[in-house]
C-alpha cells in the first residue's frame, strides 16, 4: 500500500511540475515582467482572478494554482539568489561543464 502512495505522490509531483508557474514565468525571458517570486505571484493572481497574466507575467498560469502555489513558492525561494541578480542586472557569468 505505501508503494501505491509514493508513486501516486511521485506522479502528482511530476504533474505539477510540468505547469510550474515558476518555470514557466522564468522561461517566457522577457525584460517587461517581474522575476523576483514571479511563479507565485502569478498564482497567487490566477487565483484571485487577475486578467491577462500574459500582460504581467508573461505566461499563463498553470491550470490549477492553488495546488501550484507551494512548489511554486519553493522553486522561487531556491530561484532567488539568481532571479535577485538579474533584476538588479549582476552579470554572474555561470557557466557549466567540464
Known sequence: ??????AG???????LL?????????????PDVPLVY???????????GGCCPLDH???EPP????LDLPGSVLLDTLFLPFTLAAEL???LNVSGGL
Do not use: E, K, Q
Open 9 to 15: 505522490a511521485l506522479l502528482a509531483a511530476l504533474s
Open 18 to 30: 510540468a505547469g510550474c508557474a515558476t518555470l514557466r514565468t522564468l522561461n517566457a525571458n522577457r
Open 63 to 66: 491550470p490549477h494554482p492553488a
Open 38 to 48: 514571479s511563479g507565485t505571484r502569478l498564482d497567487w493572481y490566477a487565483i484571485h
Open 89 to 91: 542586472g549582476v552579470a
Open 1 to 6: 500500500m505505501s508503494h501505491r502512495i509514493a
Open 57 to 59: 507575467f508573461g505566461a
